[in-house]
């Protein structure tokens, strides 16, 4: 399994980032992919997350303005971030495992995004 993360940068208020995620190495099919984020000082929390049946999850704080979808065939998992905010500041990392209700064993290598003025 390899994931590989792209998409990060550094964005106004306001902004539109899109981080996507992909396994270029594993034949298996992952049920569940999603992004988590950590800022500095802070401990690493979901961001977003969606199974291969397309159910998602969400943190409240991302909430109508991320939304989450994924190629399942192609283990690959997107996350579009719009009216993007200084708090969303963090490392984000991509994430994927075989079980629908928790977190997966894999993760990707991170992506900074950056929200400042």
């Known amino acids: 399994v390899q994931l590989q993360a792209s998409g990060g940068g550094l964005v106004q208020p306001g902004g539109s980032l899109r981080l996507s995620c992909a396994d270029s190495?594993?034949?298996?099919?992952?049920?569940?992919m999603g992004w988590y984020r950590q800022a500095p000082g802070k401990q690493r929390e979901l961001v977003a997350a969606?199974?291969?049946?397309?159910?998602?999850n969400y943190a409240d704080s991302v909430k109508g303005r991320f939304t989450i979808s994924r190629d399942a065939a192609k283990n690959t998992v997107h996350l579009q971030m719009n009216s993007l905010k200084p708090e969303d500041t963090a490392i984000y990392y991509c994430n994927a495992g075989f079980y629908s209700d928790r977190v997966g064993d894999y993760w990707g290598q991170g992506t900074q995004v950056t929200v400042s003025s």
């Open positions: 969606i199974t291969r049946l397309g159910n998602t």
């Open positions: 190495a594993s034949i298996f099919s992952f049920n569940r």
